[in-house]
């Protein structure tokens, strides 16, 4: 049975077990209990990642594996295929309910979002895989280098061109919000985002840019950054100057320094203004495409909550 309440964050204490060889494949690698978290619920967050069960006398898995570590390649980045042997990770088989191998489920923003059991034909594979994902494809490097990068403005002038051509495409509409908020046209970008479709509205870059244009109303009449700095060395506990020089250093591209700001207050004030501090780190996460940085701030918030 799949477990879709399966909820990034939750604490679990891994039992520590031996994670076997690496497998040549770059995008394929070992799933155990004590890499669970990390390489796949908070990995997720930023690559989908495809969980094979299975065991060294599955002779079903041994036609299978060879088939998810193809596709995988051909896929080139668009998932990671994780493989749990159930011999060796049986916390895993019986937190996820196996009860026949092979079984593979895909887990997408920390929750498993479809899977199925058996051996499956290379046919249903390739169908299973193309309604959530589509193959990346890598630029030649020459065109890489030769390519002129497209400005907010001009993607913005685009995207009205294409939203007057096809109104009915709601996707566009966010794509253009988030081209204003890049063009520093936080009021249009707001506007645009309050105006999407209710599927539309829990996109993750819909939430992203909300976060974001939260943060930038934050600082709207605030004072200066070496005002805020100021204020903090003067007194540690002003919470209301701490937390807008978090948020001026995340706008302001020192993402950890005002990461820092944020874990100040959670440890010292976590009440302070209805879990500000909290509040902050969590939407930070949202914004953020480092997931190195984000996993071990992740780390740190956790090891201050529980």
Known sequence: MLHN??????????????????????HVFDVA?????????????KTPVLIDFWATWCEPCKILGPMLE???????????????????????????GIRSIPTVMLVKDGQVLDGFAGAL????????????????????????????????????ERLQQEIAAEPERSELKLDLALAQMRAGQADAAEAGLTALPANLA???????????????????????LAELRQRVQADN?????????????????????GLDQFLAILERARDWNDGRGK???????????????????????ASLLF
Do not use: C
């Open 5 to 26: 309440a399966l909820i990034l964050g939750r604490s679990v204490n891994w039992r520590s077990s031996q994670v076997s060889a690496t497998i040549a494949n770059a």
């Open 33 to 45: 209990e004590d890499n669970f978290e990390t390489e796949v619920l908070q990995a997720s967050l």
């Open 70 to 96: 193809k596709l995988t390649a051909e896929y080139n980045g668009a998932f990671r295929l994780g493989k749990v042997d159930v011999d060796k990770s049986q916390q895993l088989a019986t937190m996820f």
């Open 121 to 156: 034909p290379e046919g249903q594979l390739r169908e299973f895989l193309s309604r959530h994902l589509q193959p990346l494809e890598a630029a030649p490097v020459d065109e890489a280098t030769e390519e002129v990068a497209e400005t907010p403005e001009q993607a913005i």
């Open 202 to 224: 829990t996109d993750t870059r819909a939430v992203r840019l909300r976060h974001q244009l939260d943060l930038a109303r934050a600082l709207h009449g605030a004072p200066s």
């Open 237 to 257: 506990g002003d919470w209301e100057a701490r937390d807008l020089l978090g948020v001026r250093l995340l706008l302001e591209d020192d993402a950890a320094a």
């Open 279 to 301: 509040k902050r780190l969590l939407a930070a996460f949202s914004m953020l495409d480092d997931a190195e940085l984000v996993g071990r701030y992740r780390r740190k918030m």
